[in-house]
């Protein structure tokens, strides 16, 4: 069965699963999510009655589309439970199919089926919201709750699902945040440590790029050729350095963080920007400036 835009691979990779066929087991039913949930849903969903036999298709709720050749799904899925669920953190508004009730965006939505459901409805309403970002509370949060969902975010930048935190239940996360209470010297030292040893690997990563760029570029100022490397490198920023390409000290991926820096810092790039010129007009303004000062820096000065 087709399934547009990949996005149902992004939440399969969001949860950990092993296939694709154990995502859409956890989901429920076979999900098309080539936009974001509250924008349009093309879904594979049958119902089937306790006797066995289909039922007629159902009258699709608002701002959902029923395809008529994905209604209906192998056994295995038919009988398959959900071990996790999932809950959507819509981006525009939306309507419960049960209760009729308008869903503003970032209010949660619960796809049952292709019906879409407001947390009441889903019998999920008792649950409290844990944003992500404390692994351990979030841990030990699920681990005590007996019923829990992952809550995902569409975004329109990535082009794919992101996880935003879980829905867990009040004594649970109580007591989760009492665990990590009696144990968070340890944990503290524990993360100073981290910290350290990551601060460590950036210096080594930064100090091998700023060798590389002084080979590559014998002419390149060694504060300069520091001063690219420690950018490009910085953790988390997404930036050249950051790159499996990056970290391996390829060439390319160097001369790229290189070029970078000589048109923020040799030229009227920014200048160009501040004035309102667009970017790719800009660029093609600065190249011949981008090219003199690589030219000079391929040779060590005095040669």
Known sequence: ?????????????????????????????????????????????????????????????????????EMQLPPDDQQSVAKDLVVFSILRESKCADCGKEMLGGDFLFMEGERPLCLSCADLDH??????????????ARKHSSLSAVVVRFSRARKRYERQGVLVE?????????????????????????????????QA???????????????????????????????????????????AL?????????????????TKYDRLLMRGCDRMDARDAVREEIDRVLKSWRFAAGS
């Not at 945040?177 to 944990?187: F, K, V, W």
């Not at 390829?250 to 040799?266: K, N, P, Y």
């Open 250 to 266: 390829d060439e390319e991926a160097l001369r790229a963080a290189v070029i970078a820096s000589i048109r923020h810092r040799h």
């Open 127 to 140: 649950l409290v919201y844990l944003p992500r970002g404390d692994t351990a509370l979030t841990r030990r």
């Open 170 to 202: 009040e004594a649970a996360l109580e007591r989760a945040e009492q665990e990590c209470l009696t144990n968070a010297d340890r944990r503290s030292a524990q993360r100073d440590r981290a910290e350290i040893y990551r601060n460590k690997q950036d």
């Open 205 to 247: 990563l930064a100090l091998r790029m700023a060798n590389s760029i002084r080979q590559m570029f014998p002419g390149c100022p060694p504060e300069e050729a520091q001063a690219i490397a420690v950018h490009t490198s910085v953790r988390g920023s997404g930036r050249v350095g950051r790159t499996a390409s990056g970290r």
């Open 1 to 69: 069965m087709p399934r547009a835009g990949g996005e149902l691979e992004q939440i399969q990779f969001l949860l950990g699963h092993s296939s694709i066929q154990t995502t859409e087991k956890y989901l429920g039913s076979k999900q098309n999510l080539g936009h974001p949930v509250n924008d349009k849903f093309v879904l594979a969903m049958a119902r089937v009655a306790p006797d066995g036999d289909k039922t007629t298709k159902p009258e699709p709720a608002a701002d959902l589309e029923i395809e008529e050749s």
